[in-house]
């Protein structure tokens, strides 16, 4: 285990950021700290760099205790939302500056910013201050800065959140791409659910300061253990007190084993997608449920809107069993088309 | 982020970002800046034309025609004259104290004003609104309250037991009681506007606080600092009503450059009173380009 992580806890004032966290991180894994704003995943990761002290609790790296240990002792990589970059000095000054402070030689320095720089694309800009580039460029100079001190392991806070969406999708594909040339063990924070799908080795669903869920990504998609993780991870929708997936539901126009009567309601194309409200029968009071489909299914079948139709989840379709009123799920089906995701709306 | 009073919190912004991703795009960039200077030096708009004549008229009138006429003043009676305007031991012993106790004083002004600023910005504590206020009082004082102000406490009849009257002491304390808010002022928006975040990334970088402070907040000061320190000589050199009541203006002893300017012109020695002030204008130049100089230095090569 890289990273041992053992009932650590954390108060801010009368805020409770963490409840006592167990979680062990594996060597040259990629993990996603994922949850709204505001559940705790910055504070694990800021008290796991030692930027933060945490109340209980005892946090190892690489088998060495680290719970009382400055951050400067650490040798933790650390990449901040908004770069932290050192603006007064030039994009190889910033990679050098740890190797600086460890007083290495100034050729050895030079030669390490030099490779570094190449490894994230920046060689030709290493003369150049931070103000002078743009924020995807400064955010892979920022990791090429962490990395220049061969940290245990590299943590990341929201690292894409200040990019904007195309450059966020490009770097972190990167990200992903040099993770797997470099394997340190990787740590990053995200509240963007397929950021943390797409880039993640595992993924770590944090909520009002408890871990909810921790596995591969297909596994949590998959396999929720509750509403929580099943409506942050993705799109539902609500059938027979069940929280469903959209595409998980079969539809045809005839009844069918098991199948629930109802009528479709609005019928909205996006793209290759349908997305069909279908309004229950059984229950006509209950927000409709949704069910989204290729288009090509959609004209087979010949739905439209005001058809009745039957529909039940497929076989093996993931379900979580609605305890609470569930207001996210509720939520979603109001929303225009555009957003199937129930994003919590922290922010 | 420390907490911070809402005024500066537009200038914690980062520095705009230039269009996302496109290396070529910022390879650009530094042509830009250089043709946008090139374009502004050579052509103007009406606008900006009418703006830098109203600009040069209002600084000539004001500094640059007195200036001139200072330095006319001062060779006007040739510079046999003016040689021997400066040449006199009483005025070389005037320059000496005033130059060299405005040094010392910027020199301690250097460290208690951004030790001061960096004490406001960073730590909360009761009161602190209040030595907000109280630091500009040196701005607002007229300085001759200051000099009453000194000469009552560190007076003959000082109820500190101290009397400073007539020493060279009176005018080291005249010349820090005026030039105080000066680094404090200049050093405290900057102080402000770094992120908390920097020191961050320096200390997992493994930094110590010391080479953080040294590598990382030294140099994003040092701009900040040698304006102030720039402004805190030049204020020194020219102080005049805060010590010319506690300093007693014995010559060769405590008598500085502006007394001896007074002297000078109450003696109808006009050419000396100025020949000395061209001195103090040519000071006071060399000390804010020398300052300048460091100010680069060491926001480059930290």
Redesign the interface.
Known sequence: MSIKIAGVGKRFADFVALESIDLDIATGELTALLGPSGGGKSTLLRIIAGLEVADSGSVEIEGVNATGLPAQKRNVGFVFQHYAAFRHLTVAGNVGFGLKVRKRPRKEIAARVQELLELVHLSQFADRLPAQLSGGQRQRMALARALAIEPSVLLLDEPFGALDANVRKELRAWLRRLHDEVHVTTVFVTHDQEEALDVADRIVVINQGRIEQVGPPDELYDHPTSEFVMSFLGPVTMLNGHLVRPHDLEIETHPFDNAHRGRIERFNRVGFEVRLHVRLTEDETAPPALVTLTRAEATAKALDTGVPVWIRPVAGASQVRITAPAPTSAESLDLSPADSVPQPTFT | MTPSPGTVEEAQQ??P???????T???G??DRHRLRRAKSATSLTPISGLGLGIALIWFSLLVLIPLTAVLVQASAAGWSAYWDALSSPQTLAALRLTIGTAVLVTAVNVVMGTAIAWVLVRDQFRGKRLLEVVIDIPFALPTIVAGLVLLSLYGASSPLGVNWANTRVAVFLAFLFVTLPFIVRTVQPVLLEL?H??E?????????RL?TFR??IL??LAPAITSGAALSFCRAISEYGSLVLLSGNLPYSTEVASVRIMSSIEGDKLTEAAAVASILLVVALIVIVVLDVISRRV??Y?
Not at chain 2, 17 to 23: H, S
Not at chain 2, 200 to 208: D, Q, V
């Open positions: 980062p520095v970002t230039p269009p996302a991703g496109a290396a795009n910022a390879g960039l530094g992120e975040e920097v961050e990334a320096a200390a997992s970088l493994g930094a110590s080479t590598l990382v140099p994003s926001a480059r930290a």
